[in-house]
């Protein structure tokens, strides 16, 4: 835990706060940083070496390169409140602050424009081909577990399988994706089935368009772990579900297979039960319930973790 006197000292330099000022609020490689602060790369490692050892920083492995974020220590211990003071500051006495968030969410777009270019390629092809954690038996304990005819949203609908089989129950299903080409050919298959109460709308699961409280429930099918903040999507849930409404998540339990960032534009390699359950419960969801529902037997065994919570009435 860093302690008060090495915080002050360690954020003396005003390049490593510039670097604190963009990890407090996202997750960034040394690559990322680069071409936001304009700095080399040996400098820049140097920083996060030195926030690291201090206690303020830390990371985490993504395929090839390391996330950087402003380490749960430097966020919750008394230095903590001193970090945060600091940084308030600074985000208004450095001339660089205002320009380097700005190219913060320019990188993270490029991020989120690499997952869409992915899906716009396989679009109309997805479903004839392997899925990891694309699980008919996890699908089913779903299905189980849904409540009479209600208004869902399936958030991350891809080619909107999923949406055809809520739909056969549901009153209305609101179908979100960020690729565009995924919500045509969608349309496309439910006009084949003569299907039509499915709405489809053009979206980032981190910022549904859909209305506070409009759904009954929520759906995230073998997609969460495409969004870039989880958490993220999860609030968003919670947002848009009426009191007493639902989510539930059909994911992959986390695993060490390091392809699936390349070959399904994974941003995570699943969750864990309690990293999941752990989401749910700070976006606000109560009666979180979390259980492996499927294996498969091939190589690398994927397994479907399935996790229900309730919005309080």
Same mark, same amino acid.
């Given at each position: 835990m860093p302690s008060i006197v090495k915080t002050l000292r360690i954020v003396a330099d005003p390049n490593r706060l510039r670097i604190l000022l963009l990890l407090r609020d996202e997750e960034l490689s040394v690559a990322e940083m680069q071409e936001i602060l304009v700095m080399g790369q040996s400098t820049i490692s140097t920083h996060l070496s030195q926030l690291k050892q201090a206690g303020l920083v830390e990371d985490r492995r993504a395929g090839k390169?390391?996330?950087?974020?402003?380490?749960?220590?430097?966020?919750?211990?008394?230095?903590?409140?001193?970090?945060?003071q600091l940084l308030a500051e600074a985000k208004n006495e450095i001339p660089e602050a205002k320009? *380097?968030?700005?190219? !913060?969410?320019?990188?993270?777009?490029?991020?989120? =424009?690499? &997952?869409?270019?992915?899906? *716009?390629?396989?679009?109309?092809?997805?479903?004839?081909?392997? !899925?990891?954690?694309?699980?008919?038996?996890? !699908?089913?304990? %779903? +299905?189980? $577990?849904?409540?009479?005819?209600?208004?869902?949203?399936?958030?991350?609908?891809? =080619?909107?399988?999923?949406?055809?089989?809520?739909? @056969?129950? %549901?009153?209305?299903?609101?179908?979100?994706?960020?690729?565009?080409?995924?919500?045509? #050919?969608?349309?496309? @298959?439910?006009?084949?089935?003569? #299907?039509?109460?499915? =709405?489809? $709308?053009?979206?980032? &699961? =981190?910022?549904?368009?859909?209305?506070?409280?409009?759904?009954?429930?929520?759906?995230?099918?073998?997609?969460?772990?495409?969004? +870039?903040?989880?958490? $993220?999507?999860?609030?968003?849930?919670?947002?848009?579900? @009426?009191?007493?409404?639902?989510v539930v998540v059909l994911d992959l339990v986390k695993h060490r297979f390091e392809e699936a960032r390349e070959l399904y534009a994974d941003e995570w390699l699943g969750f864990s039960e309690s990293e999941l359950e752990v989401m749910l419960e700070k976006a606000g969801f109560a009666q979180v319930q979390t259980s492996v529902v499927h294996k498969e037997p091939e190589t690398p065994q994927f397994q479907t973790l399935l996790a229900v919570g309730d919005k309080a009435l």
């Open positions: 390169s390391s996330l950087y974020r402003l380490s749960s220590p430097a966020r919750t211990s008394g230095a903590g409140g001193v970090l945060d320009s *380097d968030q700005t190219s !913060v969410r320019r990188v993270v777009k490029k991020r989120q =424009e690499k &997952m869409r270019i992915f899906f *716009d390629s396989v679009a109309g092809r997805l479903g004839k081909n392997y !899925v990891p954690g694309q699980s008919w038996k996890g !699908v089913a304990e %779903a +299905l189980l $577990r849904l409540m009479p005819p209600m208004v869902i949203a399936d958030l991350g609908a891809g =080619e909107g399988t999923f949406a055809l089989l809520l739909a @056969q129950r %549901a009153k209305k299903v609101i179908a979100i994706d960020t690729s565009a080409k995924m919500i045509e #050919v969608a349309r496309e @298959q439910a006009l084949r089935h003569g #299907v039509k109460n499915i =709405e489809y $709308r053009l979206g980032d &699961m =981190e910022e549904v368009p859909i209305d506070d409280g409009e759904v009954d429930l929520v759906f995230f099918s073998q997609s969460l772990h495409h969004a +870039l903040h989880p958490e $993220r999507a999860l609030q968003e849930a919670w947002r848009i579900l @009426q009191p007493g409404g639902r």
